[in-house]
T-cell receptor, first 116, second 114 residues
Framework: KAGVTQTPRYLIKTRGQQVTLSCSPISGHRSVSWYQQTPGQGLQFLFEYFSETQRNKGNFPGRFSGRQFSNSRSEMNVSTLELGDSALYLC???????????????FGPGTRLTVL | GNSVTQMEGPVTLSEEAFLTINCTYTATGYPSLFWYVQYPGEGLQLLLKATKADDKGSNKGFEATYRKETTSFHLEKGSVQVSDSAVYFCALSASNFGNEKLTFGTGTRLTIIP
């Protein structure tokens, strides 16, 4: 089956702008997580959505937000962009069906955001 | 809070050499442990996992054993190939369900020379 897809793959923005990134999970997966990857901070968890509800949130400012739609596709938005927001943003989906089963997270190729 | 400490890179080895990448963790409860691999220009791929103490995860010749007594999950491979060149991340999930947020180590860049 098709993997996790992220659009766009590359994005260039300027400081102060806002940006929306999109993630389409593997068909049937209901959980979507977002991570930020930078050379300085490494991989950091942003948030997780399950059935359109945010269930976990990392330690990022309120400029970072997300949502999930009824078809499990997810978007994340960053407002008032700063230079430090330049990063690879990774989305991962998993097919969590119950609280007692292990479900692997499958990662997309990421969206590389450059803020000038 | 949870944390993962991973061996600093970069690591350069000759083909067919033995590989060890050290990983230790700090967590409350009984985390699940993972090794992910990232090839250039790609996202992360799960390499192997272990969900309870003494479990051994293995895949593509790589192995790691969940050692609760030493809070470690070191990655090993007996004979590396050029195609193993990538960045390797150790990670933990604070839930045995494996679907909670992942906490990652800093990554170790591995280069294998022919």
């Amino acid at each position: 089956k098709a993997g996790v897809t992220q659009t766009p793959r590359y994005l260039i923005k300027t400081r102060g702008q806002q940006v929306t990134l999109s993630c389409s999970p593997i068909s049937g997966h209901r959980s979507v997580s977002w991570y930020q990857q930078t050379p300085g901070q490494g991989l950091q968890f942003l948030f997780e959505y399950f059935s359109e509800t945010q269930r976990n949130k990392g330690n990022f400012p309120g400029r970072f937000s997300g949502r999930q739609f009824s078809n499990s596709r997810s978007e994340m938005n960053v407002s008032t962009l700063e230079l430090g927001d330049s990063a690879l943003y990774l989305c991962a989906s998993s097919g969590r069906l119950s609280t007692s089963s292990y479900n692997e997270q499958f990662f997309g190729p990421g969206t590389r955001l450059t803020v000038l | 809070g949870n944390s993962v400490t991973q061996m600093e890179g970069p690591v350069t080895l000759s083909e067919e050499a033995f590989l060890t990448i050290n990983c230790t963790y700090t967590a409350t409860g009984y985390p699940s442990l993972f090794w992910y691999v990232q090839y250039p220009g790609e996202g992360l791929q799960l390499l192997l996992k272990a969900t309870k103490a003494d479990d051994k995860g293995s895949n593509k010749g790589f192995e790691a054993t969940y050692r609760k007594e030493t809070t470690s999950f070191h990655l090993e491979k007996g004979s590396v190939q050029v195609s193993d060149s990538a960045v390797y991340f150790c990670a933990l999930s604070a839930s045995n369900f494996g679907n909670e947020k992942l906490t990652f180590g800093t990554g170790t860049r591995l280069t294998i020379i022919p």
